[in-house]
């Protein structure tokens, strides 16, 4: 974990109430896919966590939908704005120990850690299958930035505006023997593609935060493995040791 | 060159400035930031005698210049903290540390201040009887002086270091607890734990915390801290701790007029993990653009 | 159409939107900047049997998200609110507004509420047991249960009017209180009346305050008020308004939601004087927002 | 009273820790000398209340000491900030029924409301003369405003680095029979001033303040005619029913 001063150097309505916030620093500070960022918004007391959906040594990117005061104001934030950020925060996605056809799965903004990667395991040499389940075509969002890294990118709607018609895990039922997953999206989502898949995996998870370095206690999860911090020891959450 | 050290139950303090339970783990996550032996010291995370998960999530939400908590003293028990955690810290932080402990019962106050007696890292013991995110725990102690007097007797007869009693915000007259405390033999006070409320969600129209309610802290209680701190000064001859709501080195000497004889930083650590540093850094600054040459002097000043 | 409408001890509000006494005179000050029958009421400025001065001055300071006051019941005296105050306010007040009635004893309770009974305009009596400014005043009413008792039966007896009974936060249980009101016979209660709290002034190291000490109101007390709303909610079946930090039509809701059936905009009116206005303007819309069609069918939902 | 939206169109500093910044609206909403505006600031509960220096019907000048955060902000505030103000409060100096010759006295920033007082008593004929009092050289404000308005202006200091050495007090022993006085300063000031007077005047007081336009008693003040709001009966008051 390290606090950065970065400046916005792209903020953008991608879909209605959703944005991308491109940050500058010289020091990103995400050495892994599934890190997220602790942005500090003038006049709150608690940070806003946002997972990064691309990054290079000196810039990330944050896909994020607006849904209370903190992204209202983010929303607004123009080219140039400075922020201070805690990032490189919580474990991210493991990817040395997965087969060659890993499938992702993402729902709604849970989309946005899963694209880098996305981009790691094709740049490394493995295809993944990808996923992306929204509510209706309007709320799509990176689906173009999947498809130059993939090209086996399904996309689901609930009311079939796009894509298939159905939940992520009906777009499961179309794909045999899934031997690996990785999974962001609501905790009711995840359950159900655990439940589906049967095979090992990792997921990422929401918790309300009080600090996201871990020391305030606020944001623990039972696993088997004991109590765990959603901002230290994961996000992500290896398949084997979640307790649904 | 000001001068920036106090005495708290006869330890030095290099200045008075702490961080306050709960808020700053065991030390860890802030040592990898910056070198905490800066510090004056820091009270680790509320310790019972077995492990805790403590509540459901969510545990946390936002109020205006605030926040709530119920995390309720998630913890790894005493025995762990003393072969796991304190040797931990060890390793970075070589000044003593406060020992937050919080119980059920004063058996258990007794059971894990034994436990912990012969550790030579820890330089006082933080009863916190005011932990108002358990149920039927802590804070029953902390809103009734014969009980809170009851405790602080009974963990004096075997504490082997000077006993700090943590007290509650929640009461309607905490100069009463306070004099209780000192009189049943604390060797000093601190205040204030959080502040009970509340959130509701409008989309769900449930309460925001899976508690319901939670403990209120942050800058927005600071006028409700030092008011009491002020006000137990009055009452009691003891050493006080003071927090509740600081953020600046101007809050700390504020604090410090108002009777409290060090500090502790909480909720703004979670905000900005370097404010203890950055408060100790500016504090001779700010001391003496208000022409304080000695710190100590300071302490109820106001009255 | 969304409906506003509620009722407080059998007088119906078109909205359950009042200002809250201390912060709004005696209504002239906001009449002359809209319309203010908008109101759903208001609770005049604490009246009490003499005219009072109140506090020395300084009586306001600020806080983080609140301030502080210590105005100390500042009052012409029941007669001159009767044969002044309330015949300007009829000029441009045609609803029923609240009395707010502080004292000193029981007995001066007792003779505001016989002079206060013939008056029409007058919809309900707020028996404020709770004001932190004075001493020997009204709090130590309602920090008791047994004197909150007194008050409100005594008061009962001769009130012509419903009487709401006012109480403190500054207590450990609030609800045990509330209870002993209900008990005694109190038509419904608000909460909550202000913290206490203090700043110091660190170039003169003396309290900001002539008094010392003062009231935290404002959005920093927000959940502390909810808090208290929700849990006497659960003890009392009689009405609550609720007030403390209020400042938006969502906090509005959100008090509702708690328990209160009315509520109350104190501070808010201090920094925009518009702010009940635009509150009342935006209620249908955010009611709509939550999928509220009748404001009534909220209360105590979040139970 | 009025709520007003004003934009920034002048803020600059004047002196140590001083300045000045000009205001712009449809309608400034200032009648009289005297008057104050009460201007909000994002993230504070309470206004911050400025005495007017300069007026005309869509702009009005306030001039400012920094003492804490909320002037420390506007210090800082760049010209097309928009202010949320509530304006032409306060009652502002009678200026029908004083003689010929008054005698404005101002000290530190207390020689701010005086300014728009002198300019109205000369442009109605009368001769003001002016005493204006500082610490020191460097915090003279507003000196070359008053000698447009007036020729016989003094100033002191007290530590002598210009003007007359010492306090307006002394500076007022130089000037014979004056038989009407308008003063604002600190209350200590105006206290020695109405004592060496001995004549009628008008004080402008200032008072830590809950709303500033009358209706949460947070700034009251004994008179000899009861109890007054500095906010509302005030900021001046009469001589005549002032006690000290
Ligand atoms: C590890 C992590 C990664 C996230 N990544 C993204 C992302 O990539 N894109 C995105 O749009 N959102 C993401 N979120 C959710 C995002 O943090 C919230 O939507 C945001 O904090 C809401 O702030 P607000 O002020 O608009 O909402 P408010 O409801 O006004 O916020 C009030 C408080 O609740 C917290 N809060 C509200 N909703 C959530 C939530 N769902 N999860 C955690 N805290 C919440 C806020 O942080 C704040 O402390 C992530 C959350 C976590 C924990
Ligand atoms: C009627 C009136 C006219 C004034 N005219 C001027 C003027 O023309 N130029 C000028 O520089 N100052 C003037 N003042 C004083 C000015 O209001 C304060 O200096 C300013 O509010 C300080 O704000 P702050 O946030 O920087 O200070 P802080 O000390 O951080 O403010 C904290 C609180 O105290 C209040 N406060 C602090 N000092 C004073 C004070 N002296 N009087 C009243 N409230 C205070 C603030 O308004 C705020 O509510 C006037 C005050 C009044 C009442
Ligand atoms: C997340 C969190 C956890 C806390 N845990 C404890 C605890 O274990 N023991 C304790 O005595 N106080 C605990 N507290 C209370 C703080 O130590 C402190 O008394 C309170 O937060 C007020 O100070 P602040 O406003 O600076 O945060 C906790 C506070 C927070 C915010
Ligand atoms: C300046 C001021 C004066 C007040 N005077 C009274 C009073 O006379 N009687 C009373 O019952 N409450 C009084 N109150 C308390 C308010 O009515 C209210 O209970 C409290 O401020 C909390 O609400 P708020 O946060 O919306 O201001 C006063 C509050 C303020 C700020
Ligand atoms: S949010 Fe503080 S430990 Fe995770
Ligand atoms: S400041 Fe509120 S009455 Fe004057």
Known sequence: MEQRFFSVTENRQIAPLRFIMKLFAEEAGITTPGQFINIKLEGFTLRRPFSVCEFDENSLTVAYKVVGEGTEIMSRMGIGKKLDVLTGLGNGFDTENCPDNPLIIGGGMGVAPLLPLCKELSLSGKAPKVILGFHSAEEIILLEEYSSYCNDVTVTTSDGTAGMKGRVTDAMDELHNCSYIFCCGSEGMMKSVFEKAKCPGQYSFEERMGCGFGSCMGCSRKTKNGYKRVCKEGPVFDSEEIIW | ????????????????????????????????????????????????????????????????????????????????????????????????????????????????????????AIGWYEINISCPNVHGGGMAFGTDETLAALVTREVKKVAKKPIIIKLSPNVTDI???????????????????????????????????????????????????????????????????????????????????????????????????????????SLPEIMEKYGISDIKEIIGGAH
Request: aromatic residues 6%; negative net charge; charged residues 20%.
């Open chain 2, 175 to 281: 100069k009463k607890i306070a004099a209780a405390c000192e009189q049943a033999g604390a060797d000093g006070l601190s205040l204030i734990n959080t502040l009970m409320g509340m959130r509701i969600d409008l989309k769900t129209r449930k309460p925001l915390l899976a508690n319901r309610t939670g403990g209120l802290s942050g800058k927005a209680i600071f006028p409700v801290a030092l008011r009491m701190v002020y006000d137990v000064y009055e009452a009691v001859s003891i050493p006080i701790v003071g927090l509740g709501g600081i953020s600046s080195a101007e809050d700390v000497i504020e604090m410090m007029l108002a009777g409290a004889c060090a500090v502790q930083i909480g909720t703004a650590n979670l905000t900005d993990p370097y404010i203890c540093r950055d408060i100790i850094n």
């Open chain 2, 1 to 120: 060159m000001v001068k920036t050290a106090v005495e708290l139950c006869g330890i030095t303090l290099d200045n008075p400035v702490m961080a306050a339970s709960g808020t700053f783990g065991y030390g860890a996550e802030f040592a990898e930031l910056y070198d905490i032996n800066i510090l004056g010291s820091f009270s680790f995370k509320g310790t019972t005698a077995q492990e805790r998960f403590g509540n459901p999530t969510p545990r946390i939400a936002e109020t205006s210049s605030g926040m709530l908590n119920a995390v309720g003293l998630q913890n790894p028990g005493v025995k762990k903290v003393l072969s796991h955690e304190l040797p931990e810290m060890k390793k970075f932080f070589k000044k003593k540390v406060m020992a937050n402990i919080s119980g059920f019962s004063v058996e258990e106050y007794i059971e894990i201040c034994e436990a912990l007696n012969d550790e030579e």
